[in-house]
């Protein structure tokens, strides 16, 4: 349902109900009183008779034949009879019904000859005065009082209803105008849509739209810079593995071979560890779903996370902990993911003769894992871009995706990640993610 019918109905359908309801009280309202006057009109004119009979000097006899008394009949179509209490008719009009006077006094409503008579009777000095009116007569009266009451009443419903249609439209052209200009754009026009001249209603609609608008901007400019990115990033060990391969093969000799077999080997490894960082990414980003009861503690998922390094590297870390062995308040396999990226970048850019620590705490409700190690420290604003995506420092062969993938991770569970200086040379990562309840 379009928003004008919409607003026709809210507005309109409310309206033509009030309308309906205050015509049915006036014509119900306006019958009573039609009726009423010629109820009074029937007793103004009996009385009038009876006045006139009682000034007249000349009294008829009882029992004088009846005859038309014209001056009577002329009374606007109301059917007059006079009778003697004692005795025959005196008069009557041209129009009234043998029966008419036969009635008590007072009003009432009868049938006659097949026809429906309303009538009222008066009594005094002698005589019985009765004065009568078609009860389909005043119908017809009433009907035509209501047609020309109504007819107004339905000429201003329907002019208001047109006004009310062409007010709704008008009201709403700066929302179609805002439609037709979003429809008009390419698909790939992001500029702000024009806020001038816009009703204070819809200035929050317009801004809702340009911040939306400077979202997805955002968002596509970060997916061409991060395609562009990983293509260059898959290029690299791809030409290296190509590189190496046709060493390979143009090497007259096995030792040469052998080396540059080697030397495609680390590359495929380097694809792949790119690869599946970038999967990870992928999932992160995207509408995917974690399994939410797949949660574990503190130690299982620093030894999980050892667990999926290198054996021949895990020798160099040691591990403490520090307080209870929370439950983490999240999926273990993403705390098991971000802990084993802190690590790999901890043995990947320290001494081979250093030690890496790993130690966890729980504070506040949450669980802090701390990776510290002797390689080289960051500045603050390497440590800021650290967390960019396939930055790196020059001194490392990694992905560059590793502490990205880790914040998306802390950020996504309302954690966080400090890269600082550790006393005496080297790095601390403080990771902090959620504890359970």
């Not at 003697?84 to 129009?95: C, D, F, I």
């Not at 009433?142 to 208001?160: F, K, M, Q, Y």
């Not at 040469?256 to 590359?267: N, V």
């Not at 802090?368 to 080289?376: I, S």
């Amino acid at each position: 349902m379009s928003l004008r019918l919409r607003l026709m109905l809210v507005i309109g359908l409310p309206f033509l109900v009030l309308w309906v309801a205050a015509s049915t009280w006036m014509l119900v309202d306006l019958r009573a009183e039609f009726m009423s006057a010629l109820d009074e009109r029937l007793a103004a004119s009996a009385h009038m008779v009876a006045g006139l009979l009682a000034q007249s000097p000349a009294k008829q006899p009882a029992m004088s034949p009846a005859r038309t008394v014209t001056s009577i009949g002329a009374m606007n179509g109301v059917a007059c009879k006079i009778r003697m209490l004692r005795g025959g008719v005196v008069a009557r009009t041209a129009n009234s019904p043998e029966q008419l006077g036969i009635a008590a006094p007072g009003y009432r409503t009868r049938t006659i000859g097949g026809e429906r008579w309303r009538s009222f009777t008066l009594d005094e000095n002698g005589v019985r005065v009765t004065t009568a009116d078609r009860v389909e007569r005043r119908q017809q009266l009433l009907r035509g009082v209501a047609a020309g009451a109504a007819i107004p009443v339905i000429i201003a419903t329907v002019g208001s209803l047109l006004a009310l249609w062409i007010g709704v439209r008008n009201g709403l052209a700066p929302l179609e105008s805002i439609r037709a200009a979003l429809a008009a754009r390419e698909p790939d026009a992001l500029h702000p849509v024009p806020s001038t001249r816009v009703p204070a209603e819809l200035s929050p609609l317009v801004a809702a739209i340009n911040a939306l608008l400077a979202r997805v901007g955002g968002a596509l400019e970060r997916e061409r810079r991060f395609t562009g990115d990983a293509a260059h990033e898959l290029r690299t060990p791809l030409t290296a593995v190509k590189t190496h391969i046709q060493v390979a093969r143009l090497s007259p000799h096995s030792d040469g071979k052998e080396l540059a077999l080697q030397h495609a080997e680390q590359g495929v490894r380097r694809l792949q560890h790119t690869i599946e960082q970038l999967l990870m990414l992928a999932r992160l980003d995207g509408p995917f779903l974690f399994d939410s009861n797949d949660v574990a503690g503190a130690a299982t998922v620093a030894h999980a996370a050892l667990a999926q390094i290198a054996p021949d590297l895990t020798r160099q870390v040691a591990v403490a902990a520090e307080g209870p062995d929370s439950v983490l308040a999240m999926p273990a396999a993403l705390a098991v993911t971000a802990l084993r990226n802190l690590l790999d970048n901890a043995i990947r850019y320290s001494p081979v003769d250093s030690e890496v620590l790993l130690r966890f705490e729980t504070s506040d409700g949450s669980i802090v894992f701390y990776v510290e190690d002797r390689g080289c420290a960051m500045s603050e604003q390497e440590s800021e871009r650290a967390i960019e995506r396939f930055w790196r420092n020059g001194r490392g062969q990694g992905s560059g995706l590793g502490l990205s993938i880790v914040e998306t991770i802390v950020k996504r569970f309302d954690g966080d990640l400090r890269l600082s200086a550790r006393p005496g040379g080297g790095l601390v990562a403080r990771l902090r993610l959620p504890a359970a309840a």
